[in-house]
């Protein structure tokens, strides 16, 4: 249904959106959408490193001999 729209049907979409809108509210809803991008990334991130710690805590475990392994 949508693959043939191409840049003119696009242009006219953003054109009726903008007149119905205004220009500050699509403005404004610009701006939330930048503001939930850049918090799913530090989310993303932070669930990244958060498994880096715990991969790194795992591969730091005690690796001091043991009673038998000392003979």
Same mark, same amino acid.
């Given at each position: 249904?949508?693959?043939?729209?191409?840049?003119?049907?696009?242009?006219?979409?953003?054109?009726?959106?903008?007149?119905?809108?205004? @220009?500050?509210?699509?403005?404004?809803?610009?701006? !939330?959408?930048? %503001?939930?991008? &850049?918090?799913?990334? /530090?989310?993303?991130?932070?669930?990244? @490193?958060?498994?880096?710690?715990?991969?790194?805590? !795992?591969?730091? %475990?005690?690796? &001091?001999?043991?009673? /038998?392994?000392?003979?």
């Amino acid at each position: 249904m949508f693959n043939n729209i191409g840049l003119p049907g696009l242009l006219l979409i953003a054109v009726v959106v903008l007149v119905l809108f205004g @220009k500050g509210k699509v403005s404004s809803l610009m701006g !939330e959408v930048g %503001k939930g991008i &850049t918090a799913f990334k /530090k989310g993303v991130n932070d669930g990244t @490193k958060e498994l880096d710690d715990a991969a790194k805590a !795992e591969a730091a %475990k005690d690796v &001091t001999p043991t009673e /038998k392994e000392k003979v």
